[in-house]
């Protein structure tokens, strides 16, 4: 059943350090992964994404890193700013089925 | 510039009424999906379409109905049989360049007094 309230799992960074968020996932059959972030009474925002042939994709100060074996995913900040606070959420996807989201990981930046 | 375009931003309805939340593309997406997201929460799927004149339930489809009579539109209207209406409410289209990127709206809140 829904948990109304339920708060998401927080992650709490100094300004300058990396960030680590993780997730993890379902289907083992999932094509994509796709990470996305949301600000505060925002739409999400697409951030990266990584096929499932890959283990690994960078972006600009962003690794999404893929290990299928365990079904985990996580995403990497490097040098995380005050504008980087926001809640991140995975999601999966396979073939032509909508996306799939994760629960989400609210980041806090400390400055 | 394209994109996608969600009214009214912020929406209050008395118990009993419908509702509908208008959602506007000029990306020439052909997939649009609704999702509803709770405090603190993720996205969950209302309904999606991926063609015109066609769409499927989501995950929490009851209470809620859907119409695409254009490639361009998707709106969602949230009838007073949805028991628990007030939630923020996004909307997406899909650009199909080989991975899963889905563009969101800015979403509609929906607050029932």
């Known amino acids: 059943g829904e948990s109304v309230g339920l708060h998401l799992p927080t992650l709490s960074v100094q300004e300058g350090d990396n960030s680590i968020i993780n997730c993890a996932y379902s289907n083992s059959a999932s094509d994509y992964f796709i990470w996305y972030k949301q600000e505060s009474g925002k739409g999400p925002q697409f951030i990266i994404d990584?096929?499932?042939?890959?283990d690994k994709r960078q972006g600009q100060r962003v690794t999404v890193l893929l290990n299928k074996t365990v079904k985990h995913l996580s995403l990497q900040i490097a040098a995380t700013q005050p504008g980087d606070s926001a809640v991140y959420f995975c999601?999966?996807?396979?073939?032509?089925?909508?996306?799939?989201f994760g629960k989400g990981t609210r980041l806090s930046v400390i400055a | 510039d394209g994109g996608i375009t969600q009214s009214p931003k912020y929406l209050f309805r008395k118990e009993g009424q419908n509702v509908t939340l208008s959602c506007e593309q000029n990306?020439?997406?052909?997939?649009m999906y609704w999702y509803r997201q709770d405090p603190g929460q993720g996205l969950r799927l209302i309904y999606y379409?991926?063609?015109?004149?066609?769409?499927q339930k989501g995950d929490i489809a009851e209470g809620y109905s859907v119409s695409r009579e254009k490639k361009e539109s998707f709106p969602l209207t949230v009838t007073s049989a949805q028991k628990n209406p007030t939630a923020f409410y996004l909307c997406a289209s899909f650009r199909d360049r080989g991975t899963g990127e889905l563009f969101f709206g800015e979403g509609s809140r929906l607050t029932v007094l």
């Open positions: 990306l020439n997406h052909d997939a």
């Open positions: 379409s991926q063609i015109v004149n066609d769409f």
């Open positions: 990584i096929r499932s042939n890959m």
């Open positions: 999601a999966e996807k396979k073939g032509n089925t909508p996306l799939v």
